[in-house]
């Protein structure tokens, strides 16, 4: 079992950024040589989850990462298997970035945007971006 843990959501003024983490605990994800994919979903009141942005490896692959075309140029994401964390660096924050974001997990290095596809949540942080 993995536990997922988001933090780093906040109030910000269109333009700023943050800096949102998901720490793992429980299973490391450097506890498998198939490795791992780890994705960042948002949903807003009313609206249907969506995909953000994913990083995927394994023991023989470097990190594979992708974007939601909403996010790409703005969004990075990134790994610290020493702090077995991923982290999602929002910048140029915009109003239409206002989500409740959550971190999931998937073991095994696997291209997907599908959220069901995802076997472990965490529960959300907030970002709220003012205009």
């Known amino acids: 079992q993995v536990q997922l843990v988001e933090s780093g959501g906040g109030l910000v003024q269109a333009g700023g950024s943050l800096r949102l983490s998901c720490q793992a605990s429980?299973?490391?994800?450097?506890?498998?040589?198939?490795?791992?994919?780890v994705g960042w979903f948002r949903q807003s009141p009313g609206k249907e989850r969506e995909f953000v942005s994913a990083?995927?490896?394994?023991?023989?692959?470097?990190?594979?990462?992708y974007y939601a075309d909403s996010v790409k140029g703005r969004f990075t994401i990134s790994r610290d298997l020493a702090k077995n964390t991923v982290y999602l660096q929002m910048n140029n924050l915009q109003p239409e970035d206002t989500a409740l974001y959550y971190c999931?997990?998937?073991?095994?290095?696997?291209?997907?945007?599908?959220?069901?596809?995802?076997?472990?949540w965490g529960q959300g942080t907030q970002v709220t971006v003012s205009s």
């Open positions: 999931a997990a998937l073991l095994g290095r696997r291209r997907t945007v599908v959220a069901n596809t995802y076997d472990y």
């Open positions: 429980g299973r490391t994800f450097s506890s498998s040589a198939v490795g791992w994919s």
């Open positions: 990083i995927s490896w394994s023991a023989w692959s470097a990190g594979d990462t």
